[in-house]
């Protein structure tokens, strides 16, 4: 599913998309607000980040409602974390490597 989720973030639009609907859940026009896009283009950006579980889309009356779904970011941070750690402690064994030198 990283892959997916990846897949779905690596446009601007769609990151800008869950970056609003981190604040706050938001109809379809909302969203559509927000850019200058079509309401077709914004919908396929939408349909992305929902096959991506990114996103949930419900229907409140007559408005389709979407909110940010945690889980697909929960794995990606997950996974980044690995590689955190390992930059931190590679930048902590070139510190030591660097203040050895300077003695």
């Given at each position: 599913?990283?892959?997916?989720?990846?897949?779905?973030?690596?446009?601007?639009?769609?990151?800008?998309?869950?970056?609003?609907?981190?604040?706050?859940?938001?109809?379809?026009?909302?969203?559509?607000?927000?850019?200058?896009?079509?309401?077709?283009?914004?919908?396929?950006?939408?349909?992305?980040?929902?096959?991506?579980r990114l996103i949930k889309r419900k229907r409140v009356g007559q408005?389709?409602?979407?909110?940010?779904?945690?889980?697909?970011?929960?794995?990606?941070?997950?996974?980044?974390?690995?590689?955190?750690?390992?930059?931190?402690?590679?930048?902590?064994?070139?510190?030591?490597?660097?203040?050895?030198?300077?003695?």
């Amino acid at each position: 599913m990283l892959d997916a989720t990846f897949a779905a973030l690596s446009d601007p639009t769609r990151r800008a998309i869950v970056g609003y609907l981190r604040n706050e859940d938001m109809s379809v026009g909302q969203v559509v607000e927000k850019f200058e896009l079509t309401q077709s283009a914004i919908s396929r950006h939408l349909d992305v980040l929902e096959n991506a579980r990114l996103i949930k889309r419900k229907r409140v009356g007559q408005r389709r409602v979407c909110s940010l779904s945690a889980m697909p970011l929960r794995e990606l941070s997950d996974w980044l974390e690995a590689y955190r750690i390992f930059w931190n402690d590679s930048l902590e064994r070139l510190d030591q490597t660097i203040a050895g030198k300077k003695q």
